[in-house]
């Protein structure tokens, strides 16, 4: 337990000279922007994933093979736009791979740009989701996580992919004492979950309870939060912005 708590603490407060520096923390801030954006997009969205691409998979088989609440199109196009976004993220990676803070501030300044687009869109609707609606924040919400996915892949932060858990939770049961194993990074992982489930929560709450557009600005507050804090801790060569 004392393991877990002090990982736990040095993920959200990374000590002097660590190696990612201010990184663990914004990493689980996005982890809770995936939870947020996949919440509306199968909430409010049609029953599809913007960042989830594995569940995207399953529930095109699911609408080939004549599953009511599930749409062809919406997974389709979801991940096209993925792929396009993912993209989009290797160009930006390739331009600023030499600096990690230079290219966290880049993305999340790009995805903040997309996700204020789609609030904008929403509450001129007044949260309604007509069909144009629907598929243009498939679209913008996909690209802004494919994005992210790509950016995320070349920072290297481990057990913060901030997307992809199903590995995280292998590695929590199978790198466990009990298992055998050295438990590496304990409190990371449990955060890394929590972070995205409690995005997902709030997401839901605001979706079901509140406005799309709500849930949405949310998402658009904390990419802002991110691409600021980033920008300002990088401003000097320290160790951690180099790859």
């Given at each position: 337990?004392?393991?877990?708590?002090?990982?736990a603490?040095r993920?959200?407060?990374?000590?002097?000279?660590?190696?990612?520096?201010?990184?663990?923390?914004?990493?689980?801030?996005?982890?809770?922007?995936?939870?947020?954006?996949?919440?509306?997009?199968?909430?409010a969205?049609?029953?599809?994933?913007?960042?989830?691409?594995?569940?995207?998979?399953?529930?095109?088989?699911?609408?080939l093979?004549?599953?009511?609440?599930?749409?062809?199109?919406?997974?389709?196009?979801?991940?096209?736009?993925?792929?396009?976004?993912?993209?989009?993220?290797?160009?930006?990676?390739?331009?600023?791979?030499?600096?990690?803070?230079?290219?966290?501030?880049?993305?999340?300044?790009?995805?903040?740009?997309?996700?204020?687009?789609?609030?904008?869109?929403?509450?001129?609707?007044?949260?309604?989701?007509?069909?144009?609606?629907?598929?243009?924040?498939?679209?913008?919400?996909?690209?802004?996580?494919?994005?992210?996915?790509?950016?995320?892949?070349?920072?290297?932060?481990?057990?913060?992919?901030?997307?992809?858990?199903?590995?995280?939770?292998?590695?929590?049961?199978?790198?466990?004492?009990?298992?055998?194993?050295?438990?590496?990074r304990?409190?990371?992982?449990?955060?890394?979950?929590?972070?995205?489930?409690?995005?997902?929560?709030?997401?839901?709450?605001?979706?079901?309870?509140?406005?799309?557009?709500?849930?949405?600005?949310?998402?658009?507050?904390?990419?802002?939060?991110?691409?600021?804090?980033?920008?300002?801790?990088?401003?000097?060569?320290?160790?951690?912005?180099?790859?």
């Open positions: 337990m004392r393991k877990l708590l002090t990982d603490v993920t959200l407060v990374p000590p002097r000279g660590d190696r990612h520096g201010p990184l663990p923390p914004l990493m689980l801030t996005l982890t809770a922007v995936t939870g947020l954006v996949d919440a509306v997009s199968y909430l969205l049609g029953h599809v994933f913007v960042a989830n691409m594995t569940g995207n998979v399953v529930f095109l088989a699911f609408a093979a004549g599953s009511k609440g599930h749409s062809v199109v919406a997974s389709v196009v979801a991940m096209a736009a993925f792929l396009v976004g993912a993209l989009a993220g290797g160009r930006i990676v390739t331009r600023f791979a030499a600096h990690r803070g230079r290219l966290l501030t880049m993305a999340t300044a790009l995805q903040a740009v997309v996700f204020a687009v789609a609030v904008v869109m929403t509450a001129v609707t007044h949260g309604r989701v007509t069909t144009v609606v629907q598929y243009t924040t498939i679209v913008l919400l996909a690209l802004a996580m494919g994005l992210q996915n790509a950016v995320t892949r070349r920072l290297g932060v481990p057990d913060l992919t901030t997307t992809v858990l199903t590995f995280t939770l292998t590695g929590l049961a199978a790198d466990s004492t009990p298992a055998g194993g050295s438990a590496p304990p409190g990371r992982r449990i955060l890394s979950v929590l972070a995205m489930f409690l995005g997902a929560l709030a997401s839901a709450e605001l979706v079901l309870h509140a406005e799309l557009t709500l849930a949405l600005g949310l998402g658009l507050v904390l990419l802002v939060v991110t691409s600021v804090t980033t920008h300002r801790l990088s401003a000097s060569n320290a160790a951690w912005t180099k790859p």
